[in-house]
């Protein structure tokens, strides 16, 4: 079945508390992606952020960031007083995300509603608390006593505290117990409001695809709780970090600095940890996206202490084991007896097919340089992969993106949050790249807008079964619209659209396009069924 989507993270929404957030924008703009036709928004991941305010540099695996809690839906609940943070400044641009400020203000703020909220009165808080405690209790203590080191990572911490010594953890238990129960308050809130929000949505018929980041943070209360999941020496020190290796965008390639797996233990546990953390994804998403996912075919391991990715080297990761036992947990079908019948007959395969009704709902992110072994294992395991419509009419990047190459069974980007504006992309080409995409598309003039939209009408007009436009896109918006420039700091994770700028008529042009290109007819049926 043909289906489209709009990429907006939370965070990008308008509201008029410094970000977007669970308000009453969020439902408008559901509203407006059903008037559009859509059946999917895609979000970034809802972690709380950390280091340069990147989503996938969060403080938990599990936890959800309190900044998209919102603060007019506590004022209801007679939690806050409207006064007590209309007047604060949250920032003073609309069309971005100041942190810094968030941080100086957004938490006293819920401090407030904390203290009003008597949670350990509020049986249903209990029993989140209770159903929820795998996680739950270790990520409250964790930014607890993260506080009490003024915000330090675990490994700067006391030397009881940072080994977890048994003591020092009952120690901190009891003198920071109120801040513990603030912490656990803020992820109450957090999963009670975006529920309300989900099911809106799909009320609405849209499906949420949420992002899973393949890594964690080494600040976070998962690397501080669970050492034996990575690759640390017996002082809990990494031993070798992800990143990325050299190619042409940095000579240096990335450091990422997160902690690696260390795939053999998580092998003789079942794979465990990564089933629960998925059977936590799907309880906030419809589909999830794996983020890089060729880490699970090789890694790109650093030793730790380098200043760049230059010295490091790939290591072979878990493969279809980890897939194979995901599968088996969640009851789904033998990919791999399926796939090789497939192979061996000839015949293809839908995403519906092989990652259809009654089965999980993911798309791998194989994007990059794809070697065989990747492309097998994207393969085995059924799961759409992805193709980004910029990548084909760029010499700078790998692989072969044409779209005359694509399968059914994948999800088409025009880019994501990683990619430069479809706009502002066109006009950093080469010559030699520009001159390739506009006789493959016919664009007989330079017009900004005609030449977005002509992208976006070869995207929707793919043989992909899922097709997913950024919204900066379809607002045709330059540089300025950018969410992330991978291997920088600063200025990233800021953009936000403008209230009022997802017109109807916008809607309705998205809707007739999507419609011509047979992507209508699933959101038909599921408002209908609905």
Request: glycine residues 8%.
């Amino acid at each position: 079945m043909r289906t489209c989507g709009i990429l907006l993270p939370v965070s990008s929404l308008p509201s008029p508390y410094g970000i977007g957030c669970f308000s009453k924008e969020a439902y408008e703009f559901i509203d407006h992606l059903a008037q559009a036709g859509q059946t999917y928004w895609q979000i970034l991941p809802l972690g709380p952020t950390g280091y340069g305010d990147s989503p996938y540099q969060s403080f938990s695996a599990f936890a959800g960031n309190p900044y998209f809690i919102d603060l007019d839906t506590l004022a209801q609940e007679g939690l806050l007083e409207k006064e007590e943070y209309e007047a604060l400044d949250f920032g003073t641009e609309p069309r971005s995300v100041d942190y810094a400020k968030l941080y100086q203000t957004r938490f006293e703020v819920l401090k407030n509603a904390f203290l009003r909220a008597k949670v350990e009165q509020n049986a249903e808080f209990l029993l989140f608390c209770e159903e929820q405690k795998e996680w739950l209790a270790d990520y409250s203590l964790y930014m607890a006593v993260k506080n009490r080191f003024g915000g330090k990572s675990w490994d700067e911490w006391d030397e009881d505290i940072r080994m977890r010594q048994l003591e020092a953890m009952e120690r901190y238990r009891r003198n920071c117990r109120e801040e513990i129960l603030y912490y656990s308050f803020l992820q109450y809130e957090f999963a009670k409001q975006w529920s309300a929000v989900k099911k809106y949505a799909n009320g609405q018929g849209i499906r949420i695809i949420g992002d899973i980041p393949i890594y964690v943070s080494f600040d976070s209360s998962d690397s501080w709780a669970n050492p034996e999941l990575f690759q640390f020496n017996s002082e809990r020190r990494p031993v070798r970090v992800a990143g990325c290796p050299p190619d042409v965008f940095s000579a240096d390639g990335q450091l990422w600095g997160n902690p690696l797996y260390d795939w053999d233990y998580h092998e003789k546990t079942g794979y465990s940890w990564w089933i629960g953390r998925l059977e936590h994804c799907f309880s906030l998403y419809d589909v999830v996206r794996i983020d890089h996912f060729r880490g699970f075919d090789e890694y790109f391991a650093i030793p730790y202490g380098d200043k760049t990715a230059a010295g490091g080297s790939w290591q072979p990761g878990p493969g279809m084991k980890l897939f194979h036992a995901i599968q088996e947990h969640f009851g789904q079908k033998d990919v791999q007896t399926r796939f090789d019948a497939q192979k061996n007959s000839g015949t293809g395969s839908s995403c519906k097919e092989k990652n259809g009704a009654g089965e999980l709902q993911i798309i791998a992110e194989d994007l990059g340089y794809v070697t065989e072994s990747v492309k097998r294992l994207v393969a085995e395991s059924g799961y759409p992969g992805m193709k980004v419509m910029e990548f084909a009419f760029d010499s700078r990047e790998a692989g072969d993106y044409m779209p005359y190459t694509y399968t059914q069974n994948c999800v088409v980007y025009t880019g994501t949050h990683d990619n430069q504006t479809l706009a502002a992309w066109y006009d950093e080409l080469t010559d030699e790249d520009r001159a390739l995409a506009a006789d493959y598309l016919c664009l007989k003039d330079e017009d900004r807008r005609e030449t977005v939209w002509a992208f976006i009408r070869m995207t929707l007009a793919s043989v992909a079964d899922t097709a997913i436009i950024p919204l900066q896109d379809y607002l045709c918006l330059g540089a300025e619209a950018r969410m992330n420039h991978p291997a920088t700091l600063g200025k990233n994770w800021t953009w936000r659209m403008l209230p009022g700028e997802f017109t109807e008529d916008l809607a309705e042009k998205i809707r007739h396009m999507c419609g011509m290109y047979g992507r209508l007819e699933i959101i038909e049926k599921g408002k209908k069924d609905c």
